[in-house]
């Protein structure tokens, strides 16, 4: 398995620390990472290439009474992957801009709560970080881009909200299929990291994939999705539960507004989750050339703090080839 630090991530450590990585802190095995090469990417902006398996993961840690744990030190975590302590390569407390893909459930059970959840994706756009790259999937029983053709992402307000308000709320419920076409849009932004936030009830009449399909795809993208489920006692086709395995393979998180009003302030902490986080990245400890599913655990401890680290459950190692 290769992977690269992607530009986005690099842009947060300077030539200094990207020695230190390739010179300083070698894998653990025959294999030696390269010396980093600077070039100019299509944006102007210099990106470091390192032929290292490094695996990046966005942790948010939070404190005993849910708040964000600021000020924390590479030394206050630790990871492991399939229970064996590994040895943390990057790290940084940066606000790094990602790539994020709302995935709007459109179906007839939605009718009445659109109004909230335009208002929802207004506040998430306001509070995110402004060199964010945002794209819209529209879905009832049929899956559809919002954006025009013409403009892949944006970060305004008013576009984010024509790009809903195209498609009426009718129909059934192709959830995974949509889940899989923003999975595959994401491939084509370019900031460090990717995230989805999920707009449904959660139930799924009319997919052609399945939900293990899904959550497969979801693990071998990175991607770390955040899902809001909003509810009426009526919606026969509710399913939270499917809502909270997403977001839990993936480390994103699960809402579950009480009142449709709260799904504006619900938007905007998934915004602040995003732009709390810390990274951290190490090469695996384990050499095999076997690839596979690999589970990963993060612990913060700091003195005299409680605290709770979530991210991803795992990652799918490549084949060795």
């Not at 499917?242 to 449709?260: D, H, I, M, N």
Request: glycine fraction near 8%; proline fraction near 5%; charge should be neutral.
């Amino acid at each position: 398995m290769r992977r690269s630090v992607h530009p986005g991530i690099a842009l947060m450590f300077a030539s200094a620390v990207a020695w230190r990585v390739t010179a300083a802190q070698q894998p653990p095995s025959a294999r030696q990472a390269d010396a980093p090469r600077l070039s100019d990417d299509q944006t102007g902006a210099y990106r470091i290439a390192l032929n290292v398996d490094l695996v990046v993961l966005p942790v948010t840690v939070l404190d005993k009474t849910g708040g964000y744990a600021a000020n924390l030190r590479q030394a206050d975590f630790r990871v492991y992957e399939d229970g064996v302590l590994q040895s943390i390569r990057l790290f940084s407390h940066e606000d790094v801009p990602v790539t994020v893909g709302l995935v709007i459930d459109h179906s007839g059970s939605m009718k009445n709560k659109m109004p909230d959840v335009v208002s929802g994706a207004r506040v998430f756009a306001r509070a995110s970080n402004p060199a964010d790259q945002m794209f819209v999937v529209n879905f009832s029983e049929k899956v559809s881009g919002g954006l025009p053709d013409s403009l892949p992402f944006t970060n305004r307000t008013d576009e984010l909200e024509a790009a809903i308000g195209v498609l009426p709320a009718q129909g059934e419920t192709a959830l995974y299929d949509a889940i899989g076409v923003a999975l595959d849009r994401l491939k084509s932004g370019d900031r460090a990291r990717k995230v989805l936030i999920v707009i449904s009830d959660g139930g799924d009449n009319a997919s052609s994939l399945t939900l293990p399909a899904i959550l497969k795809k979801a693990v071998e993208s990175n991607a770390a999705i955040y899902t809001v489920g909003i509810f009426e006692p009526e919606d026969a086709d509710q399913n939270p539960g499917v809502l909270r395995q997403l977001a839990r393979t993936t480390g994103g998180q699960a809402f579950f507004p009480a009142e449709l009003r709260d799904v504006v302030t619900t938007c905007e902490s998934i915004a602040n989750d995003i732009r709390h986080q810390y990274t951290l990245g190490y090469v695996s400890a384990n050499s095999s050339a076997v690839g596979g599913y690999r589970a990963v655990r993060v612990v913060a401890h700091a003195a005299g703090r409680s605290l709770v680290a979530r991210t991803r459950a795992g990652y799918l190692a490549g084949d060795g080839r």
